[in-house]
């Protein structure tokens, strides 16, 4: 069965600094990738994704994946946080099986942006 | 830009009392799901529903859930009887296609069973 795993459930990090999460899957199909944004009660808003092609990936508020197939990751980064970053993260693949399809989500990470 | 939206925000209920969860989806979208959040812990797929029909429901799904699209713009989910642990944050979500597109999440449903 397809899975998520997000290693780090809590990051904290300083403004400006720079900012990995970390996402690693398993699936024995082609996978669709995806990274969605928790901000406080609030809904969940798409960062970015990875469905072909290049495996870089620029997401909006200056976010950027990067697909590793040997790896099976597919780890969140941002060179520069700002405190408005605070958020709940989550890693997500999308599984196709016959007819129908479903996000399958990892458990989050929780980034805290310290002034 | 077009949005899922999701009512009513908050519902409390008494366990064993119904409820409704409702949703309208994005118009052109073809592709509705129901998935929901334990507080504190991950986002987990509930059901799918394409054309009039269940495509996948998930073993937390049971009989006490049902989903219906009564009409040309809301997705429904019942719940038949509550439970305490039904106690959760429901999102709705909607996409145009399968697989290589996004589905877009409406803002959640908080549902507290006392």
């Known amino acids: 069965a397809q899975s998520v795993t997000q290693l780090d459930s809590q990051v904290p990090v300083f403004e400006e600094a720079p900012v990995e999460l970390r996402c690693n899957y398993s699936?024995?199909?082609?996978?669709?990738l995806f990274w969605y944004v928790q901000y406080p009660n609030q809904g969940l808003q798409l960062l970015l994704k990875y469905l072909s092609g290049s495996t870089l990936v620029k997401g909006i508020n200056g976010f950027e994946a990067e697909f590793n197939k040997s790896q099976t990751s597919f780890h969140l980064r941002k060179p520069s946080v700002h405190i408005s970053d605070t958020a709940e993260y989550f890693c997500a693949v999308s599984v196709t099986q016959g007819g129908s399809e479903k996000l399958v989500f990892g458990k989050g990470t929780k980034l805290t942006v310290n002034p | 830009e077009p949005e899922v939206t999701q009512t009513p925000s908050h519902q409390v209920t008494q366990m064993g009392q119904e409820v409704i969860l409702r949703c309208v989806p994005i118009?052109?979208?073809?592709?509705f799901y129901w998935y929901r959040q334990i507080l504190g812990q991950k986002v987990e797929f509930l059901v799918s529903?394409?054309?009039?029909?269940?495509?996948?429901k998930s073993e937390i799904f049971d009989d006490q859930f049902s989903v219906e699209r009564p009409d040309g713009s809301n997705f429904t989910l019942k719940i038949r009887s509550t439970k305490l642990e039904d106690s959760a944050m429901y999102f709705c979500?909607?996409?145009?296609?399968?697989?290589?597109?996004?589905?877009?999440f409406g803002q959640g449903t908080r549902l507290t069973v006392v």
């Open positions: 529903f394409y054309n009039n029909e269940i495509s996948e």
């Open positions: 979500a909607s996409s145009r296609e399968r697989g290589n597109t996004e589905a877009f």
């Open positions: 699936s024995s199909v082609s996978v669709y």
């Open positions: 118009s052109n979208h073809l592709y």
